[in-house]
Protein backbone atom coordinates (compact mmCIF):
# COMPACT_ATOMS: atom_id res chain seq x y z
CA UNK A 1 0.00 0.00 0.00
CA UNK A 2 1.30 3.30 -0.89
CA UNK A 3 0.82 6.60 1.46
CA UNK A 4 0.50 9.74 -0.98
CA UNK A 5 0.31 13.72 0.96
CA UNK A 6 -0.61 12.13 4.32
CA UNK A 7 -1.07 14.33 6.74
CA UNK A 8 -0.16 13.57 10.29
CA UNK A 9 1.61 14.57 14.03
CA UNK A 10 4.90 12.51 14.84
CA UNK A 11 4.26 10.94 18.46
CA UNK A 12 7.67 9.05 18.62
CA UNK A 13 10.91 8.97 17.27
CA UNK A 14 14.06 6.47 17.49
CA UNK A 15 17.16 6.33 16.19
CA UNK A 16 17.78 2.96 14.51
CA UNK A 17 20.75 1.59 12.37
CA UNK A 18 23.48 4.33 11.87
CA UNK A 19 21.78 6.88 9.70
CA UNK A 20 17.58 6.12 10.13
CA UNK A 21 14.86 6.28 12.57
CA UNK A 22 11.58 4.66 13.52
CA UNK A 23 8.67 6.72 13.92
CA UNK A 24 5.34 6.79 15.60
CA UNK A 25 3.03 8.94 13.79
CA UNK A 26 -0.60 9.83 13.82
CA UNK A 27 -2.46 9.51 10.35
CA UNK A 28 -5.60 11.34 8.76
CA UNK A 29 -7.03 8.73 7.66
CA UNK A 30 -5.24 5.56 8.56
CA UNK A 31 -4.73 6.28 11.91
CA UNK A 32 -1.46 4.97 14.06
CA UNK A 33 1.43 4.04 11.51
CA UNK A 34 4.85 2.87 12.35
CA UNK A 35 7.58 4.23 9.65
CA UNK A 36 11.08 4.21 8.79
CA UNK A 37 12.82 6.70 8.12
CA UNK A 38 16.07 5.60 5.76
CA UNK A 39 18.81 7.90 5.64
CA UNK A 40 18.23 10.67 7.79
CA UNK A 41 21.16 11.08 10.01
CA UNK A 42 23.40 12.77 7.58
CA UNK A 43 24.62 16.56 7.12
CA UNK A 44 22.19 17.55 4.02
CA UNK A 45 19.31 16.11 5.63
CA UNK A 46 18.78 18.33 8.85
CA UNK A 47 15.10 20.51 7.03
CA UNK A 48 13.60 16.37 6.98
CA UNK A 49 15.10 15.45 10.54
CA UNK A 50 13.97 18.33 11.83
CA UNK A 51 10.12 17.82 10.28
CA UNK A 52 10.60 14.24 11.85
CA UNK A 53 9.59 15.32 15.52
CA UNK A 54 7.52 14.63 18.05
CA UNK A 55 4.62 17.25 18.29
CA UNK A 56 5.41 18.45 14.45
CA UNK A 57 2.21 18.53 11.93
CA UNK A 58 3.79 16.56 8.93
CA UNK A 59 2.68 15.27 5.19
CA UNK A 60 4.12 12.47 4.16
CA UNK A 61 4.44 9.73 1.54
CA UNK A 62 5.17 5.72 2.03
CA UNK A 63 5.36 2.34 1.12
CA UNK A 64 3.94 -0.20 3.03
CA UNK A 65 5.83 -3.10 3.30
CA UNK A 66 5.05 -5.18 6.43
CA UNK A 67 4.58 -3.74 9.53
CA UNK A 68 6.55 -0.96 8.83
CA UNK A 69 6.30 1.78 6.07
CA UNK A 70 9.23 3.12 4.60
CA UNK A 71 9.23 6.88 4.35
CA UNK A 72 9.84 8.64 0.82
CA UNK A 73 9.06 12.23 1.57
CA UNK A 74 7.95 14.18 4.49
CA UNK A 75 7.92 17.91 5.09
CA UNK A 76 6.63 19.85 7.97
CA UNK A 77 3.10 21.80 7.35
CA UNK A 78 3.19 23.87 9.96
CA UNK A 79 5.93 25.07 12.71
CA UNK A 80 5.53 22.53 16.45
CA UNK A 81 4.47 24.28 19.50
CA UNK A 82 7.37 24.96 21.91
CA UNK A 83 6.75 23.72 24.75
CA UNK A 84 8.18 23.88 28.45
CA UNK A 85 8.14 22.38 32.00
CA UNK A 86 4.76 20.55 32.87
CA UNK A 87 3.43 21.72 29.03
CA UNK A 88 6.44 19.66 27.54
CA UNK A 89 5.35 16.93 29.98
CA UNK A 90 1.72 17.00 29.13
CA UNK A 91 2.92 16.71 25.20
CA UNK A 92 5.00 13.43 26.32
CA UNK A 93 1.40 12.11 28.00
CA UNK A 94 -0.61 12.55 25.50
CA UNK A 95 1.77 10.68 22.91
CA UNK A 96 2.40 8.11 25.04
CA UNK A 97 -1.06 7.29 25.80
CA UNK A 98 -1.86 7.26 22.35
CA UNK A 99 1.25 4.92 21.15
CA UNK A 100 -0.28 2.66 24.33
CA UNK A 101 -3.96 2.75 23.63
CA UNK A 102 -4.52 3.40 19.69
CA UNK A 103 -3.87 0.25 17.65
CA UNK A 104 -1.78 0.52 14.50
CA UNK A 105 -3.89 0.76 11.31
CA UNK A 106 -6.96 1.19 12.69
CA UNK A 107 -8.66 4.32 10.96
CA UNK A 108 -9.94 5.92 13.86
CA UNK A 109 -10.03 9.12 11.75
CA UNK A 110 -11.59 11.49 14.82
CA UNK A 111 -8.41 10.70 16.53
CA UNK A 112 -6.57 12.88 14.53
CA UNK A 113 -9.12 15.66 14.87
CA UNK A 114 -8.67 15.28 18.76
CA UNK A 115 -4.78 15.35 18.55
CA UNK A 116 -4.69 18.29 16.57
CA UNK A 117 -7.24 20.76 18.96
CA UNK A 118 -5.29 19.42 21.99
CA UNK A 119 -2.08 20.36 20.64
CA UNK A 120 -3.27 23.89 19.94
CA UNK A 121 -4.53 24.31 23.23
CA UNK A 122 -0.80 23.30 24.36
CA UNK A 123 0.37 25.91 22.21
CA UNK A 124 -2.12 28.54 23.09
CA UNK A 125 -1.44 27.93 26.95
CA UNK A 126 -4.93 26.72 27.75
CA UNK A 127 -5.55 25.33 31.18
CA UNK A 128 -2.93 22.53 31.47
CA UNK A 129 -4.84 19.91 33.55
CA UNK A 130 -7.83 20.92 31.92
CA UNK A 131 -7.00 20.44 28.24
CA UNK A 132 -5.51 16.91 29.33
CA UNK A 133 -8.89 15.92 31.11
CA UNK A 134 -10.78 16.69 27.86
CA UNK A 135 -7.79 14.83 25.99
CA UNK A 136 -8.62 11.65 28.18
CA UNK A 137 -12.55 11.85 27.58
CA UNK A 138 -12.15 11.76 23.29
CA UNK A 139 -9.52 9.34 23.27
CA UNK A 140 -11.52 7.08 25.18
CA UNK A 141 -14.38 7.66 23.52
CA UNK A 142 -13.02 7.40 20.08
CA UNK A 143 -11.76 4.36 20.92
CA UNK A 144 -15.09 2.78 22.08
CA UNK A 145 -14.65 3.39 25.89
CA UNK A 146 -16.36 6.07 26.84
CA UNK A 147 -19.49 6.65 29.10
CA UNK A 148 -21.93 9.24 29.78
CA UNK A 149 -20.25 11.48 32.02
CA UNK A 150 -23.54 13.17 32.98
CA UNK A 151 -25.39 10.39 34.55
CA UNK A 152 -24.55 7.25 36.64
CA UNK A 153 -24.41 3.82 35.31
CA UNK A 154 -27.44 2.68 36.13
CA UNK A 155 -29.28 5.68 34.97
CA UNK A 156 -29.45 8.44 37.66
CA UNK A 157 -28.73 11.81 36.71
CA UNK A 158 -24.79 12.89 38.58
CA UNK A 159 -25.62 14.89 41.28
CA UNK A 160 -22.96 17.94 41.34
CA UNK A 161 -22.84 18.37 44.87
CA UNK A 162 -21.84 14.01 44.95
CA UNK A 163 -18.71 12.07 44.64
CA UNK A 164 -18.13 9.63 42.01
CA UNK A 165 -15.67 6.96 41.37
CA UNK A 166 -15.62 6.10 37.43
CA UNK A 167 -15.95 2.54 36.74
CA UNK A 168 -14.03 1.04 33.92
CA UNK A 169 -16.62 -0.62 32.46
CA UNK A 170 -20.28 1.06 34.05
CA UNK A 171 -19.52 4.91 34.56
CA UNK A 172 -19.88 6.86 37.31
CA UNK A 173 -21.19 5.42 40.46
CA UNK A 174 -21.91 7.14 43.76
CA UNK A 175 -19.28 7.45 46.47
CA UNK A 176 -20.92 6.34 49.81
CA UNK A 177 -21.03 9.17 52.50
CA UNK A 178 -19.31 6.82 54.84
CA UNK A 179 -16.29 6.13 52.56
CA UNK A 180 -13.16 6.90 53.77
CA UNK A 181 -11.15 10.24 53.49
CA UNK A 182 -8.92 8.84 50.88
CA UNK A 183 -11.69 7.19 49.18
CA UNK A 184 -13.19 10.94 48.41
CA UNK A 185 -9.89 12.44 47.98
CA UNK A 186 -9.61 9.72 44.49
CA UNK A 187 -13.41 10.80 43.94
CA UNK A 188 -14.74 12.77 40.81
CA UNK A 189 -17.08 15.78 42.23
CA UNK A 190 -20.04 15.59 40.07
CA UNK A 191 -19.65 19.33 39.40
CA UNK A 192 -16.33 17.99 37.84
CA UNK A 193 -18.19 15.19 35.27
CA UNK A 194 -20.81 17.54 34.56
CA UNK A 195 -18.37 20.64 33.28
CA UNK A 196 -16.37 17.44 31.12
CA UNK A 197 -19.35 16.21 30.09
CA UNK A 198 -20.18 19.93 29.23
CA UNK A 199 -16.74 20.30 27.21
CA UNK A 200 -16.98 23.59 29.61
CA UNK A 201 -14.40 26.07 28.68
CA UNK A 202 -13.50 27.85 32.16
CA UNK A 203 -12.22 24.30 34.42
CA UNK A 204 -13.42 23.49 37.65
CA UNK A 205 -11.45 24.37 40.71
CA UNK A 206 -8.13 22.98 41.51
CA UNK A 207 -9.00 20.28 44.32
CA UNK A 208 -12.01 19.28 41.81
CA UNK A 209 -9.56 18.61 39.11
CA UNK A 210 -6.91 16.68 41.27
CA UNK A 211 -10.34 14.16 42.47
CA UNK A 212 -11.42 14.47 38.84
CA UNK A 213 -7.64 13.34 37.82
CA UNK A 214 -7.28 10.63 40.01
CA UNK A 215 -11.01 9.19 38.78
CA UNK A 216 -9.97 9.56 35.08
CA UNK A 217 -6.13 7.97 36.22
CA UNK A 218 -8.58 4.46 37.34
CA UNK A 219 -10.06 4.26 33.96
CA UNK A 220 -7.35 4.86 31.84
CA UNK A 221 -4.79 2.37 33.98
CA UNK A 222 -7.78 -0.53 33.39
CA UNK A 223 -7.51 0.08 29.83
CA UNK A 224 -3.23 -0.07 29.65
CA UNK A 225 -3.54 -3.30 30.85
CA UNK A 226 -1.79 -2.97 34.26
CA UNK A 227 1.58 -1.70 33.19
CA UNK A 228 1.38 2.13 33.85
CA UNK A 229 3.30 5.03 31.91
CA UNK A 230 6.46 6.15 31.63
CA UNK A 231 5.05 9.95 31.80
CA UNK A 232 3.13 8.82 35.09
CA UNK A 233 6.83 7.93 36.70
CA UNK A 234 8.23 11.05 35.18
CA UNK A 235 5.56 13.19 36.36
CA UNK A 236 5.76 11.70 39.89
CA UNK A 237 9.49 12.02 40.07
CA UNK A 238 9.79 15.71 39.45
CA UNK A 239 6.97 15.97 41.67
CA UNK A 240 8.71 14.75 44.63
CA UNK A 241 12.00 16.82 43.39
CA UNK A 242 10.13 20.19 43.04
CA UNK A 243 6.47 21.63 43.23
CA UNK A 244 5.39 18.09 45.06
CA UNK A 245 1.67 17.57 44.78
CA UNK A 246 0.51 20.16 42.92
CA UNK A 247 2.78 19.34 39.60
CA UNK A 248 1.26 15.55 40.22
CA UNK A 249 -2.33 17.37 40.27
CA UNK A 250 -1.62 19.25 36.77
CA UNK A 251 0.07 17.31 34.48
CA UNK A 252 -1.28 13.95 34.17
Request: hydrophobic share 40%.
Amino acid sequence: MRYVAQPAYVLHVRPWRETSLLLEVLSADYGRLGLVARGVQGPKRHVLRAALQPLQHIRFEAMQRGELALLTQAEAIDVAPQLLDDAMLAGFYINELLLRLAPRQDPHTELYAIYGQTRERLRARAPLAWTLRRFERDLLEALGFGFDLGHEGDGAPIDPAARYHLDPEHGPRRLLSERSADDRARAATGRALLALAADAEAPPQAEELAGLRRAMRRVIAHHLGGRGLKSWELVGELGRLTAGPQRDDSVS
